[in-house]
């Protein structure tokens, strides 16, 4: 057997390649540090939060903060209500991106260059707050759960990248083939093109999903009833209007414990918002840099 000889790496080039691991391990190091300073902070206990000791590991371990938290019903509330706008939301921006991005990408179709121009016209230049405000009344759906997913129910950059991988990596002889087989444009779309889309179906459901579960300003524009409040204002309203009072928990003389309190519901709640939509990622990461690639670079 033929030994296939190694390029060897000059000094040069292991100084820099050296140089290059640093430098992404200091990266690593600042993005990575702070996530799990956060995660020890919510299960220390209040005097180890506030009197600076937690760095690395949590220290007095507890979970008075989750405790705290779960105790209030409109947590629940609004994890169920954000679980709903964002599954439902997810739902309709990939039927409604699909539908515009698949035939803007095929080149027989007649004035996909002009809708691609008013696509991108509404990217620099939008209605405004109140026109958009005025509209959602107008049509009624006001303080209803319609009115935190259809007003955003299609992003304009989520088409851009969408059309360009359809472009890129449906081969318009396969579509050709698909016609003379007696194929509708409906049955290739849903037999053909969707099943070869998997990794950009994966980069849309993460956007999406990700934007979905932390919608705060349409709900705090467009709700009023607090049954219909998502969690981000639910949360909201526990760290700014302080609807939950955790006093009782801790003397009233030890002011340091009560701040370090208010601390660790900070910490804790930061970790509840996070982590549900964390765990979508593991799911789509194998398709995630493949179809975002293929999707804004190629075509």
């Not at 030994?3 to 640093?22: H, K, M, P, Q, T």
């Amino acid at each position: 057997m033929n030994r296939v000889n190694a390029i060897r790496e000059s000094v040069r080039d292991r100084i820099f390649l050296g140089l290059i691991y640093i430098f992404l391990f200091c990266v690593l190091v600042v993005v990575i540090y702070p996530l799990i300073f956060i995660l020890s902070s919510s299960f220390s206990s209040p005097q180890a939060v506030v009197s600076g000791r937690v760095w690395l590991w949590p220290v007095d371990f507890s979970l008075m903060g989750y405790k705290v938290i779960f105790s209030n019903p409109a947590i629940l509330t609004g994890y169920i209500n954000s679980f709903i706008y964002t599954v439902l939301g997810v739902l309709i921006n990939i039927v409604m991106t699909v539908a515009i991005a698949y035939p803007l990408s095929k080149s027989t179709f007649v004035g996909r260059n002009l809708i691609m121009m008013i696509l991108v016209f509404t990217i620099l230049f939008s209605g405004g707050l109140i026109p958009t405000y005025l509209t959602v009344k107008a049509v009624g759906i006001l303080d209803t759960r319609w009115a935190m997913v259809l007003p955003g129910a299609l992003a304009v950059f989520q088409v851009i990248v969408a059309r360009t991988f359809f472009q890129s990596t449906i081969p318009k002889e396969l579509g050709e083939a698909a016609e003379l087989d007696g194929c509708s444009d409906i049955g290739f779309l849903w037999r053909v093109v969707l099943p070869l889309s998997k990794a950009i179906l994966a980069v849309l459901i993460l956007f999406y999903a990700v934007g979905n579960w932390n919608a705060y300003f349409d709900a705090l524009i467009y709700l009023k009833s607090p049954e219909l409040y998502p969690l981000q204002i639910i949360l909201r309203n526990i760290l700014i209007l302080n609807s939950i009072d955790a006093s009782s928990l801790v003397d009233a003389n030890q002011m340091a414990a009560r701040q370090g309190l208010r601390d660790l519901l900070k910490f804790s709640l930061i970790v509840v918002a996070t982590v549900p939509i964390l765990c979508i990622y593991p799911f789509v990461q194998k398709f995630f840099v493949q179809g975002i690639m293929i999707g804004s670079i190629k075509g």
